[in-house]
């Protein structure tokens, strides 16, 4: 499914960081929902067709989510989020990392700072996210790996999810 709803996608490399601004055709409790509760999570968060699965999910500030995604051939990488700020139906920051099955941080790989934020219109969501990395390299680094197609297709997946909801 393709979406028509509206997506900005910018990088801004002096700041190493990476903004998106993402319409959603669902109210904001449900677009919230999808964001933070982790049967949801599952069933849009990794491009096709790679599927996300929860290890372990901890929504609160000082919690995290433990979870791995899987391709086609078995592979998996894991990952984890660990949230710092969250203020219910408004905005969260979680600070993202790849690690190993145990939740161990891979200090080789980026990390991301994640501060999503939520708007209501009617029945329209806005979800504005502002990606921070420590550095050029890395913001370039998770660009080569395909963050920004992975992404759009992620958001996809959720445009499908609730519609059906």
């Known amino acids: 499914m393709k979406s028509s709803l509206m997506m900005d996608f910018?990088?801004?490399?002096?700041?190493?960081?990476?903004?998106?601004?993402?319409?959603?055709?669902?109210?904001l409790s449900a677009v919230w929902a999808a964001y933070t509760q982790s049967d949801l999570l599952d069933q849009w968060w990794a491009p096709r067709p790679w599927k996300a699965n929860t290890i372990t999910m901890d929504f609160k500030e000082g919690g995290h989510w433990l979870y791995f995604m899987e391709g086609p051939e078995g592979e998996r990488h894991y990952c984890r989020a660990d949230y710092k700020k969250i203020s219910e139906e408004r905005s969260f920051?979680?600070?993202?990392?790849?690690?190993?099955?145990?939740?161990?941080?891979?200090?080789?790989?980026?990390?991301?700072?994640?501060?999503?934020?939520?708007?209501?219109?009617?029945?329209?969501t806005f979800v504005n996210v502002h990606l921070t990395y420590k550095s050029l390299d890395d913001l370039e680094k998770v660009l080569a790996m395909g963050m920004k197609e992975g992404f759009t297709m992620a958001l996809e997946n959720l445009d499908e999810l609730l519609a059906q909801r």
């Open 10 to 27: 910018s990088v801004d490399k002096e700041k190493s960081q990476i903004h998106i601004r993402r319409e959603f055709a669902a109210p």
């Open 93 to 124: 920051e979680a600070l993202d990392a790849f690690c190993s099955p145990e939740g161990v941080v891979n200090t080789s790989m980026p990390r991301t700072e994640w501060e999503t934020q939520f708007e209501s219109e009617g029945n329209t």
